[in-house]
């Protein structure tokens, strides 16, 4: 019975020592990885791919982002995003021993920023920690050009000619000579033969001289009969 007895106690030492070991164990992971942000989810280790987050997506640049704070402070703040970019997850690592994975949508976190006051876990004796490094995983669309308003068609006006109108020449001043038609010299010309018809009549003159031949005849009969006379 007593040999029983000290199996039994030696048994029962082991089993204590093993299960203050592992509440040891528990309690140090724990603390190592303890968080006062209900936001995030701690875990201890080291990551430094996205794909051991398995959030989704690859990693980010930092110049796909608008933040302060960071690396070497206590607090990260996201207060934009790069146009096309989507996040899925955020890593913050520091502390002793783990890091804080933040996913958009989840744990009372956002989908989109401002996402303020992101941190690491604590360090193990409970104090806050510096961030030593931090990333985010997600993906990045190009924009989507939009099409160029097409320019109106140009209508061109046709320009007024320079060119000098052409002038008209003013009549002349001077009346158009007309040729009287060629008298007719053969034949009888609606005058009796004789002289071309000029359009008016001159038998008158014919008759004056008549007389003027018969005064001067008469004249000089007169003057041979005073001579004989005297």
């Given at each position: 019975m007593?040999i029983m007895?000290?199996r039994?106690?030696?048994?029962?030492v082991?089993v204590?020592?093993l299960a203050?070991?592992a509440l040891?164990?528990t309690?140090?992971?724990?603390l190592?990885?303890?968080?006062?942000?209900d936001?995030a989810?701690?875990i201890?280790?080291?990551i430094?791919?996205?794909?051991q987050?398995?959030a989704?997506g690859?990693?980010?640049?930092d110049?796909?982002f608008?933040f302060t704070?960071?690396?070497?402070?206590k607090?990260?703040?996201?207060t934009?995003?790069g146009?096309g970019v989507?996040v899925?997850?955020?890593?913050?690592?520091?502390g002793?021993?783990?890091y804080n994975?933040?996913?958009?949508?989840?744990?009372?976190?956002?989908d989109?920023?401002?996402?303020?006051?992101?941190?690491?876990?604590?360090?193990?004796?409970?104090?806050k920690?510096?961030?030593?490094?931090?990333?985010?995983?997600?993906?990045?669309?190009?924009p989507?050009?939009?099409?160029?308003p097409?320019?109106?068609?140009k209508?061109?006006?046709?320009?007024p000619s320079?060119t000098?109108?052409?002038t008209?020449?003013k009549?002349?001043?001077?009346?158009?000579?007309?040729?009287?038609?060629?008298p007719?010299v053969?034949?009888?010309?609606?005058n009796?033969?004789?002289?071309a018809?000029?359009?008016f009549?001159n038998?008158?003159?014919?008759?004056?001289g008549?007389?003027?031949?018969?005064a001067?005849?008469?004249?000089?009969?007169l003057?041979?009969?005073?001579?004989k006379a005297?």
């Open positions: 007593q007895s000290g039994r106690v030696r048994s029962a082991t204590v020592a203050t070991a040891l164990g309690a140090g992971s724990a190592a990885c303890h968080s006062d942000d936001r989810k701690p201890p280790g080291n430094s791919k996205c794909e987050v398995k989704g690859k990693a980010l640049s110049a796909d608008k704070g960071g690396a070497g402070e607090r990260l703040n996201i934009g995003l146009e989507k899925t997850a955020i890593v913050v690592l520091g002793d021993d783990g994975v933040y996913e958009p949508g989840k744990r009372k976190l956002s989109t920023p401002p996402w303020t006051e992101l941190r690491a876990p604590f360090n193990r004796d409970g104090s920690a510096n961030i030593d490094k931090w990333y985010a995983c997600g993906e990045k669309t190009k989507t050009e939009q099409p160029k097409s320019e109106p068609t209508t061109s006006t046709a320009k320079t000098a109108p052409t008209t020449e009549p002349s001043d001077t009346p158009t000579s007309t040729s009287a038609p060629a007719n053969g034949g009888n010309g609606g009796g033969g004789g002289l018809d000029t359009g009549d038998a008158w003159l014919l008759w004056a008549g007389l003027l031949v018969l001067g005849a008469g004249v000089l009969v003057l041979r009969v005073r001579r005297d």
